[in-house]
């Protein structure tokens, strides 16, 4: 049985990052990264915008606005050092109706309650940034940037092999035991003990959650984010981040524009209920997540209280032409022939018994684990302090 002092379990971002800290705070102490798939960040790591948010949307005092705020900087500061490029191309938030302008001024309020740098601009000055993009006015977050963070998790896994650290991939963990002791892990390919044990698991958190005996009420459910991308004679069409008024009620920001650190613009993501945690092709099943949702309460309460939501989401899903819609609010010139296909991205998103989408961060600790049950984004760009966070508790 190999014995390590700290045991890390999913290497995506938040995991790698949390291992790296561990290191770093403790020089010669063992750490052990397991992974079930052969490689890191192949899930929410590595199917999203590569968006370093600034942090104007999230509740003054939660772990988000608190952890992505630090993340923004801290970010910009690893890539720097580290020679990743990343560019703070900004954002501009666009509202399209009266409504709308009327949530940007509490998006602003909210913006310089946690100390985010960010002004207004008048429809006529939108269309002088953003030539191609229209609206009645919009928010201008200038220290919002573009990144690759498949290239953050693969620098963050180098860091942690050149410190002594161990990236196990391709073990995926069938067994958890917590004892006075320690906490003893089984995986496919053998036993794995450690004094602390930290859980980065994503979109099988909860499930790893009830297999380490934690009384969990709350469940994973996948969100697939789906993305169109633009042709190349698109090419710069837009300049920075063109993002909609999201609607407070929800966790999800709305189709947007980003532009790629590659020099892609794709365009989305939807928010369309998953069939399958793992399934990346659209109509991809899986017969066990499907059980789990239909007998967890949580999912049917959602599903009754977002019936609108959820259809007009699945339109958009099946139907071209109704994506298109929502990005033609803000970019009219959009036609349904510049919408390529893209790779699909799945949200790990927690759900309540009673129905509740968790917004914040969700971090549950018993004597030696630390199990994150719930880190959608901004959990990339916030991913650094996360593993400060986590490591503190885990000390």
């Known amino acids: 049985m190999a014995r390590y002092r700290f ?38 790591t590595g199917h999203n915008s590569g968006v370093i948010h600034s942090g104007i949307y999230y509740e003054p005092g939660s772990l988000k606005a608190t952890l992505c705020k630090a993340g923004e900087q801290a970010t910009k500061e690893f890539c720097a050092e580290h020679a990743i490029e990343f560019d703070e191309c900004g954002k501009l938030i666009v509202a399209t109706d009266a409504g709308e302008v009327a949530r940007c001024d509490a998006l602003a309020e909210r913006a310089v309650i946690n100390g985010i740098e960010c002004r207004r601009v008048s429809g006529a000055e939108l269309t002088e940034m953003e030539p191609n993009v229209t609206g009645l006015a919009a928010l201008y977050l200038p220290r919002t940037g573009i990144v690759d963070y498949r290239r953050v998790c693969t620098t963050l896994a180098g860091l942690i092999l050149d410190s002594g650290g161990e990236l196990r991939t391709g073990e995926r963990v069938v067994a ?17 003990a450690c004094e602390r044990l930290m859980v ?29 991308r633009l042709p ?12 909609p008024v999201p609607d407070p009620a929800l966790p999800f920001l709305g189709v947007h524009l980003s532009p790629t650190i590659s020099g892609d613009i794709t365009v989305g993501p939807s928010a369309v209920l998953g069939l399958a945690r793992e399934g990346y092709p659209k109509f991809s099943v899986n017969l066990r997540d499907v059980a789990s949702m239909a007998t967890f309460p949580g999912v049917w309460r959602v599903a009754a209280a977002n019936i609108a939501l959820g259809c007009r989401e699945i339109g958009n899903s099946v139907f071209k032409g109704r994506y298109l819609t929502e990005c033609r609010r803000y970019a009219p010139e959009l036609t349904k022939a510049d919408l390529l296909a893209h790779p699909a991205g799945i949200r790990a998103q927690a759900v309540g018994r009673d129905g509740t989408l968790l917004h914040d961060f969700v971090i549950e600790r018993t004597d030696r684990m630390i199990h994150v049950l719930n880190s959608p984004s901004p959990a990339a760009t916030a991913a650094l302090p996360i593993g400060r966070h986590i490591a503190a508790l885990a000390a």
Do not use: K
Not at 176 to 192: D, L, N, P
Not at 232 to 243: D, H
């Open 176 to 192: 958890i035991e917590e004892g006075a002791a320690g906490v003893t892990v089984g995986t496919t390919s053998g036993t794995v």
């Open 7 to 44: 045991c890390v379990i999913g290497a995506g971002i938040v995991g790698l990052a949390t291992a790296h800290r561990l290191l770093s705070e403790h020089p010669g102490a063992s750490v052990v990264v397991i992974e079930a798939e052969d490689d890191v960040g192949r899930h929410q």
């Open 232 to 243: 190349p004679g698109r090419s710069g069409f837009v300049q920075r981040l063109i993002y």
């Open 200 to 228: 980065c698991a994503g979109l099988q958190a909860d499930r790893l959650a009830r297999m380490a005996g934690l009384r969990v009420d709350v469940q994973i459910v996948p969100f697939r984010g789906e993305y169109f």
